[in-house]
Nanobody, 113 residues
Framework: QVQLVESGGGLVQPGGSLRLSCKAS????????MIWYRQAPGKQRELVAG???????NYASSVKGRFTISRDNAKNTVYLEMNSLKFEDTAVYYC???????WGQGTQVTVSS
């Protein structure tokens, strides 16, 4: 059973930056795509960004140009670099692994002045 552990969330002012990390257990990390989702209070969960095993990336239109997803297979870790943060980016951010369906516990990101 793959375990995913997110970290890096916190409180940041509008326009600020954060980098989220998601570390996976196991030895097959490089074989799977990884996805960041988020869920804001009272809203449905939405896909934020994804990265395939070959490094192909895709983004939600709401974060394109501000967020960057990357992966380090040697560290079994996927990252989400978030810049120019807005109030509406406030949410719990989760990482998930395709195929295995594993999910992390989430990390809170709060954008507030």
């Amino acid at each position: 059973q793959v375990q995913l552990v997110e970290s890096g969330g916190g409180l940041v002012q509008p326009g600020g930056s954060l980098r989220l990390s998601c570390k996976a257990s196991g030895s097959t990390f490089s074989m799977y795509g990884m996805i960041w989702y988020r869920q804001a209070p009272g809203k449905q969960r939405e896909l934020v960004a994804g990265i395939s095993p070959d490094g192909t990336r895709n983004y939600a239109s709401s974060v394109k140009g501000r967020f960057t997803i990357s992966r380090d297979n040697a560290k079994n870790t996927v990252y989400l670099e978030m810049n120019s943060l807005k109030f509406e980016d406030t949410a719990v951010y989760y990482c998930s692994q395709t195929t295995t369906g594993a999910w992390g516990q989430g990390t809170q990101v709060t954008v507030s002045s």
